[in-house]
């Protein structure tokens, strides 16, 4: 384990809080609950994927195992922000676990979806929780995971990379 945060090594999440040893690391259990808390996403989702930190707060999802730490440049999947008030998933995470996601999916019409994947913001009304959600679009008759939305007073703000935005 190393002694802090560095942005040239991955360092594993332990397990519990209670073997954290480096002050505000969020720990293994930490993350599955809170995908479980705020998107219901089962936490046997997570079984086989461990879970690995780079910088303050970069965590990584990665389905193989090596030694830590490790000192590379990339481990799997840039999987969610930790250490800001506010954990928020990717746009990765939300697209590959997102179809697990039973709470606080705002689901999308097509004219919608479209404005969400240019990265446009867009009035929405919507009745659950407000802050970073997994906004989805109906596709081949099931939910399409579109990526990460912050809803706020109204409004739906897309939370699309600017290099993966697309236009239809």
């Given at each position: 384990?190393?002694?802090?945060?560095?942005?040239?090594?991955?360092?594993?999440?332990?397990?519990?809080?209670?073997?954290?040893?480096?002050?505000?690391?969020?720990?293994?259990?930490?993350?599955?609950?809170?995908?479980?808390?705020?998107?219901?996403?089962?936490?046997?989702?997570?079984?086989?994927?461990?879970?690995w930190e780079k910088g303050a707060g970069k965590v990584w999802a990665f389905a193989g195992e090596v030694d830590s730490p490790v000192r590379i440049e990339g481990l799997g999947m840039a999987f969610m922000r930790t250490r800001q008030e506010h954990w928020k998933p990717t746009t990765e995470a939300a697209q590959r676990f997102?179809?697990?996601?039973?709470?606080?999916?705002?689901?999308?019409?097509?004219?919608?979806?479209?404005?969400?994947?240019?990265?446009?913001?867009?009035?929405?009304?919507?009745?659950?929780?407000?802050?970073?959600?997994?906004?989805?679009?109906?596709?081949?008759?099931?939910?399409?995971?579109?990526?990460?939305?912050?809803?706020?007073?109204?409004?739906?703000?897309?939370?699309?990379?600017?290099?993966?935005?697309?236009?239809?």
């Amino acid at each position: 384990m190393s002694d802090g945060n560095s942005g040239q090594q991955f360092d594993r999440l332990p397990s519990t809080p209670d073997e954290r040893e480096v002050e505000g690391r969020a720990s293994r259990r930490e993350v599955v609950d809170w995908w479980t808390e705020r998107f219901a996403v089962p936490p046997e989702t997570f079984d086989g994927i461990a879970f690995w930190e780079k910088g303050a707060g970069k965590v990584w999802a990665f389905a193989g195992e090596v030694d830590s730490p490790v000192r590379i440049e990339g481990l799997g999947m840039a999987f969610m922000r930790t250490r800001q008030e506010h954990w928020k998933p990717t746009t990765e995470a939300a697209q590959r676990f997102g179809a697990e996601a039973e709470r606080n999916v705002i689901r999308l019409t097509r004219e919608q979806a479209d404005r969400f994947v240019a990265g446009e913001d867009q009035a929405i009304d919507w009745d659950g929780d407000w802050g970073y959600l997994i906004a989805a679009h109906g596709l081949a008759g099931t939910d399409a995971p579109l990526g990460v939305g912050l809803y706020l007073h109204g409004e739906l703000r897309s939370r699309i990379p600017k290099g993966r935005r697309r236009e239809f």
